[in-house]
Protein backbone atom coordinates (compact mmCIF):
# COMPACT_ATOMS: atom_id res chain seq x y z
CA UNK A 1 0.00 0.00 0.00
CA UNK A 2 1.17 3.33 -0.97
CA UNK A 3 1.65 6.03 1.95
CA UNK A 4 -0.67 8.82 1.57
CA UNK A 5 0.38 12.27 0.48
CA UNK A 6 0.24 14.43 3.47
CA UNK A 7 0.56 17.88 3.14
CA UNK A 8 0.12 20.41 6.39
CA UNK A 9 -1.17 17.64 8.51
CA UNK A 10 -4.16 17.47 5.60
CA UNK A 11 -4.54 13.77 3.74
CA UNK A 12 -4.58 15.54 0.51
CA UNK A 13 -5.44 11.87 -1.28
CA UNK A 14 -8.61 11.89 1.22
CA UNK A 15 -9.57 15.22 0.19
CA UNK A 16 -9.52 14.95 -3.60
CA UNK A 17 -11.66 11.48 -2.99
CA UNK A 18 -14.04 13.53 -0.75
CA UNK A 19 -14.35 16.23 -3.62
CA UNK A 20 -14.46 13.66 -6.11
CA UNK A 21 -17.52 12.02 -4.58
CA UNK A 22 -19.42 15.20 -4.10
CA UNK A 23 -19.27 15.91 -7.70
CA UNK A 24 -20.38 12.26 -8.66
CA UNK A 25 -22.84 13.06 -5.61
CA UNK A 26 -23.72 17.11 -4.64
CA UNK A 27 -25.99 15.65 -1.93
CA UNK A 28 -23.01 14.10 0.37
CA UNK A 29 -21.84 17.97 0.64
CA UNK A 30 -25.26 19.53 2.57
CA UNK A 31 -24.34 19.33 6.88
CA UNK A 32 -26.73 20.61 9.35
CA UNK A 33 -24.09 21.51 12.62
CA UNK A 34 -26.34 21.88 15.63
CA UNK A 35 -25.28 23.55 19.21
CA UNK A 36 -27.52 23.21 22.24
CA UNK A 37 -27.56 26.07 24.89
CA UNK A 38 -28.57 26.25 28.59
CA UNK A 39 -28.42 29.16 30.83
CA UNK A 40 -26.89 29.03 33.89
CA UNK A 41 -26.68 32.50 35.84
CA UNK A 42 -25.76 35.88 35.29
CA UNK A 43 -24.17 36.31 32.22
CA UNK A 44 -22.90 32.14 32.54
CA UNK A 45 -23.98 29.78 29.76
CA UNK A 46 -23.34 26.79 28.05
CA UNK A 47 -23.35 25.18 24.87
CA UNK A 48 -23.23 21.07 24.01
CA UNK A 49 -22.00 19.85 20.62
CA UNK A 50 -22.46 16.23 19.91
CA UNK A 51 -24.10 15.92 16.47
CA UNK A 52 -24.40 16.72 13.56
CA UNK A 53 -26.36 16.12 9.73
CA UNK A 54 -23.44 15.38 7.34
CA UNK A 55 -22.52 13.31 4.10
CA UNK A 56 -25.94 12.03 3.99
CA UNK A 57 -26.60 10.63 7.41
CA UNK A 58 -26.31 11.61 11.12
CA UNK A 59 -23.29 11.79 12.61
CA UNK A 60 -21.65 11.81 16.28
CA UNK A 61 -18.65 13.42 17.31
CA UNK A 62 -15.63 11.80 19.13
CA UNK A 63 -16.52 13.88 22.20
CA UNK A 64 -19.02 15.96 23.24
CA UNK A 65 -18.12 19.30 23.57
CA UNK A 66 -19.50 21.45 26.38
CA UNK A 67 -18.17 25.00 25.29
CA UNK A 68 -18.94 27.81 28.60
CA UNK A 69 -19.61 31.43 27.24
CA UNK A 70 -19.62 34.16 30.38
CA UNK A 71 -18.76 37.89 30.40
CA UNK A 72 -16.18 39.44 32.41
CA UNK A 73 -16.21 41.04 35.79
CA UNK A 74 -16.48 44.29 34.58
CA UNK A 75 -19.11 43.06 32.32
CA UNK A 76 -21.02 42.18 35.62
CA UNK A 77 -20.32 38.19 35.44
CA UNK A 78 -18.22 35.58 37.05
CA UNK A 79 -15.54 35.10 33.84
CA UNK A 80 -16.12 31.65 33.60
CA UNK A 81 -15.63 31.24 30.80
CA UNK A 82 -15.25 33.47 26.93
CA UNK A 83 -17.44 35.77 26.17
CA UNK A 84 -19.69 35.37 23.35
CA UNK A 85 -18.42 38.01 21.22
CA UNK A 86 -14.77 36.35 21.82
CA UNK A 87 -15.71 33.34 20.87
CA UNK A 88 -17.02 34.61 17.43
CA UNK A 89 -13.80 35.98 16.95
CA UNK A 90 -12.23 32.41 17.93
CA UNK A 91 -14.90 31.19 15.22
CA UNK A 92 -13.06 33.36 12.42
CA UNK A 93 -9.85 32.98 13.61
CA UNK A 94 -10.05 29.31 13.39
CA UNK A 95 -11.88 28.98 9.94
CA UNK A 96 -9.76 31.11 8.11
CA UNK A 97 -6.83 29.36 9.18
CA UNK A 98 -8.36 25.50 8.66
CA UNK A 99 -9.85 27.41 4.87
CA UNK A 100 -6.33 28.40 4.29
CA UNK A 101 -4.57 25.27 5.29
CA UNK A 102 -6.82 23.14 3.58
CA UNK A 103 -6.85 24.81 0.24
CA UNK A 104 -2.69 25.14 0.28
CA UNK A 105 -2.04 21.68 0.44
CA UNK A 106 -4.70 21.05 -2.32
CA UNK A 107 -2.68 22.95 -4.22
CA UNK A 108 0.60 21.31 -3.10
CA UNK A 109 1.85 24.13 -0.88
CA UNK A 110 3.85 23.50 2.45
CA UNK A 111 3.61 25.92 5.09
CA UNK A 112 5.49 25.69 8.54
CA UNK A 113 3.68 28.10 10.54
CA UNK A 114 0.90 29.87 10.80
CA UNK A 115 -0.40 32.48 14.15
CA UNK A 116 -3.42 35.15 13.47
CA UNK A 117 -4.49 37.63 16.59
CA UNK A 118 -8.03 39.04 15.99
CA UNK A 119 -9.31 42.29 17.53
CA UNK A 120 -12.73 43.41 17.07
CA UNK A 121 -14.24 46.87 18.52
CA UNK A 122 -17.78 46.70 20.12
CA UNK A 123 -19.39 49.71 21.87
CA UNK A 124 -21.55 48.57 24.38
CA UNK A 125 -24.17 50.92 24.20
CA UNK A 126 -26.08 48.83 21.10
CA UNK A 127 -25.73 45.93 23.67
CA UNK A 128 -27.63 47.83 26.41
CA UNK A 129 -29.98 49.76 23.84
CA UNK A 130 -29.15 52.70 24.86
CA UNK A 131 -28.43 54.12 21.38
CA UNK A 132 -30.03 52.93 18.62
CA UNK A 133 -27.66 54.01 16.23
CA UNK A 134 -25.20 52.07 17.76
CA UNK A 135 -24.39 48.62 16.17
CA UNK A 136 -24.81 45.91 18.96
CA UNK A 137 -22.52 43.38 17.03
CA UNK A 138 -18.62 44.44 16.05
CA UNK A 139 -18.17 47.85 14.26
CA UNK A 140 -14.62 46.43 12.74
CA UNK A 141 -12.38 43.32 13.35
CA UNK A 142 -8.77 42.97 12.01
CA UNK A 143 -7.03 39.85 11.72
CA UNK A 144 -3.10 39.63 11.36
CA UNK A 145 -1.50 36.65 10.31
CA UNK A 146 2.16 35.37 10.55
CA UNK A 147 2.81 32.68 8.26
CA UNK A 148 5.96 30.58 7.54
CA UNK A 149 6.98 28.65 4.55
CA UNK A 150 9.12 28.14 1.33
CA UNK A 151 8.15 30.38 -0.57
CA UNK A 152 8.37 33.88 -2.23
CA UNK A 153 6.59 37.01 -0.56
CA UNK A 154 4.10 37.29 -2.93
CA UNK A 155 3.10 33.85 -2.99
CA UNK A 156 2.63 33.82 0.52
CA UNK A 157 0.12 36.47 0.31
CA UNK A 158 -1.87 34.65 -2.19
CA UNK A 159 -1.87 32.09 -0.38
CA UNK A 160 -3.16 33.90 2.76
CA UNK A 161 -6.00 35.15 0.70
CA UNK A 162 -6.94 31.46 0.31
CA UNK A 163 -8.60 31.44 3.96
CA UNK A 164 -10.96 34.41 4.11
CA UNK A 165 -11.76 33.89 0.16
CA UNK A 166 -12.97 29.93 0.94
CA UNK A 167 -13.79 30.07 4.79
CA UNK A 168 -17.81 29.45 6.11
CA UNK A 169 -17.14 31.46 9.02
CA UNK A 170 -15.55 34.39 6.87
CA UNK A 171 -18.59 34.72 4.74
CA UNK A 172 -21.44 34.60 7.74
CA UNK A 173 -19.27 38.00 8.85
CA UNK A 174 -19.12 39.89 5.86
CA UNK A 175 -22.93 38.58 4.64
CA UNK A 176 -25.93 38.75 6.19
CA UNK A 177 -27.67 34.97 7.24
CA UNK A 178 -30.87 34.74 7.38
CA UNK A 179 -31.51 33.72 11.18
CA UNK A 180 -35.20 32.22 12.31
CA UNK A 181 -35.45 32.74 15.89
CA UNK A 182 -38.41 30.23 17.66
CA UNK A 183 -40.08 29.00 20.76
CA UNK A 184 -41.22 26.01 21.41
CA UNK A 185 -44.51 26.57 23.39
CA UNK A 186 -46.66 23.43 24.61
CA UNK A 187 -44.64 21.21 22.33
CA UNK A 188 -45.25 23.58 19.27
CA UNK A 189 -42.33 25.86 17.34
CA UNK A 190 -43.78 29.42 17.02
CA UNK A 191 -41.79 31.81 14.93
CA UNK A 192 -40.50 34.59 16.85
CA UNK A 193 -38.73 36.76 14.52
CA UNK A 194 -37.07 36.51 11.12
CA UNK A 195 -33.57 38.97 10.58
Known sequence: MQNP???????????????????????????QFKAR???????????????FYGAC??????NTFVLKADEPAVLLSTDEGANPVEYALTALASCVTTALVYH??????????????????LDIQGLLGMDE?????????????KMKGDMPQEEMMEVLKLGPTFSPVFDIFTNKVPVTVMMEHNG????????
Open 5 to 31: NIINGVNVDDLTATMEAIQENPAIASF
Open 133 to 145: NVRRGYEGVRMTF
Open 104 to 121: AAARGIRIECVESTLEGD
Open 57 to 62: EERQHK
Open 188 to 195: EPMTIMQA
Open 37 to 51: NQWVQGGLNQTTISD
